[in-house]
């Protein structure tokens, strides 16, 4: 069972511990300080993961079963790699058979059992890519992907969101029948026409929020179990392929009073 990290930890690191002011912006002084204090953090560390993303997963998974049984596995931003870890002991991964494939634009290092490109997951290519990578039909999808952040609250929304869709459509097109799809959303953000695709695709369809997740977060999980399958001769449906301009578009239909997508690609390794 993954048990939530308690007030102590096993470390040797106290928690509670202040950064000295110096050069830091107050910000990056108050990120840090969080980040040093996390148990999660600290957690990550004692147990090997690469960050403390990795309870997320085995929170949900814990509580919905989404990689039990999992035989291939394709991890959509997935640096610095902790879900790319439990993938491949999930599935038994290795290098001589390998059946994970993991993308991200941003540098991983390698790991036994997994395939690592470094590569924007919105290049043609990449989805061919990956299929070819495990040699057949995933089970699971997971998606960690956020776009990098603008400082402008509203655009970094649609953004993050835009790349939710373009996961979920990908899912559609190369799970196995009965497969799951986990991607990262936002609270109150995922679009209507998206949550209707996959509940035509997927007999269960719910918005999940792991403890792990920082409760001043606006960060949730969007959840798609057991696909229907394709028919045969039938095309997968097609995202529409926002452009740069529609996705800075000041929509009002996006909220949040904070802006924290309790993003970890710069943070966690040990």
Not at 6 to 27: C, M
Not at 135 to 152: C, E, I, Q, W, Y
Not at 161 to 170: G, I
Request: glycine fraction near 8%.
């Amino acid at each position: 069972m993954t048990k939530p990290p308690v007030g102590t930890n096993r470390t040797g690191r106290k928690l509670g511990q202040k950064v000295k002011k110096g050069k830091l912006k107050a910000s990056s002084r108050r990120w840090l300080e969080r980040h040093i204090n996390d148990p999660y953090v600290q957690r990550a560390k004692l147990e090997g993961y690469r960050a403390r993303a990795a309870f997320k997963l085995l929170e949900i998974d814990e509580k919905h079963e989404l990689l039990k049984g999992a035989r291939r596995i394709i991890d959509l931003g997935a640096a610095p790699g902790s879900w790319s870890q439990i993938a491949a002991n999930i599935t038994g991964s290795t290098d001589d058979d390998i059946r994970v494939a993991a993308i991200d634009f941003l540098d991983m290092a390698p790991l036994a059992g997994v395939k690592v490109l470094q590569l924007d997951f919105l290049d043609p290519d990449a989805p061919r890519l990956l299929m070819d990578s495990i040699g057949g039909a995933p089970n699971v999808v997971l998606s960690d992907m956020a776009a990098p952040t603008t400082g402008h609250q509203k655009t970094d929304h649609l953004r993050t969101m835009h790349l939710c869709e373009v996961a979920a459509y990908f899912a559609v097109e190369v799970l196995a029948e009965g497969g799951h799809f986990l991607a990262k959303t936002f609270q109150g953000g995922t679009e209507r026409d998206l949550l209707n695709m996959l509940k035509q695709n997927f007999r269960q369809v719910i918005h999940v929020k792991p403890g792990a997740s920082r409760q001043e977060s606006v960060e949730m999980f969007l959840l798609a179990k057991h696909f229907k399958g394709r028919k045969p001769g039938e095309l997968p449906p097609q995202p529409d392929h926002a452009s740069e301009q529609d996705l800075n578009v000041d929509d009002e239909r996006n909220h949040g009073d904070s802006w924290d997508n309790d993003d970890e690609r710069d943070r966690s390794s040990p």
